[in-house]
């Protein structure tokens, strides 16, 4: 909320309050399940908090009403190439935009405050010091192919997460 985003609760049900943050040039809405990432330019990116595959909307803003996943309009794959060019630049424009945020945490809150909510995660894969690194990295290699290099970033963050917090238990 000190961000900048407002709060969407549902009354009366199980779903996720939403937490959306809009400007002229992007439109973000953050839930437990997952985020939005929308421009007037490009559309919009849905990333599942759960699984990280990102999918496609050629439209820039949510609905206000949306709590659960099955809220969400339909979403998927780029059809042609423009639509895999657009979706390619909001995937890129996600990545350093929560990379910002996560400095941003850290110059508000505190290295430690994001250190304790990442012990709090189920599987967290990099150490709080690590993540605005990480999803710079992630945005300049965002959709490469390389499945050898991928498995040697992913294992070089949760090896650098797991010693970290060995030392530290």
Same mark, same amino acid.
């Given at each position: 909320m000190r961000y900048g985003f407002t709060r969407y609760r549902q009354r009366g049900s199980d779903g996720s309050t939403c937490y959306r943050f809009d400007t002229d040039k992007q439109h973000i809405a953050l839930w437990g399940f997952g985020l939005w990432y929308g421009s007037r330019e490009f559309g919009g990116i849905f990333l599942n908090r759960f699984n990280f595959v990102p999918q496609w !909307?050629?439209?820039?803003?949510?609905?206000? !009403?949306?709590?659960? %996943?099955?809220?969400?309009?339909?979403? !998927?794959? %780029?059809?042609?190439?423009?639509?895999?060019?657009?979706?390619?630049?909001?995937c890129c424009?996600?990545?350093? #935009?929560?990379?910002?945020?996560?400095?941003?945490?850290?110059?508000?809150? !505190?290295?430690?405050?994001?250190?304790?909510?990442?012990?709090? #995660?189920?599987? %967290?894969?990099?150490?709080a010091e690590r993540m605005p690194a990480g999803w710079?990295?992630?945005?300049?290699?965002?959709?490469?192919?390389?499945?050898?290099? #991928?498995?040697?970033?992913v294992n070089g963050l949760t090896n650098t997460f797991r010693v970290k917090n060995v030392k530290q238990s």
């Open positions: !909307g050629n439209f820039e803003s949510l609905a206000l !009403g949306i709590h659960l %996943p099955e809220d969400l309009p339909p979403l !998927g794959r %780029p059809r042609d190439q423009q639509q895999w060019q657009r979706a390619h630049r909001l424009k996600l990545m350093a #935009w929560i990379a910002s945020y996560e400095c941003w945490v850290r110059r508000e809150a !505190g290295l430690d405050y994001r250190r304790q909510c990442v012990a709090t #995660w189920l599987r %967290p894969l990099i150490a710079r990295m992630m945005q300049r290699r965002c959709w490469d192919t390389d499945a050898v290099y #991928w498995n040697e970033v």
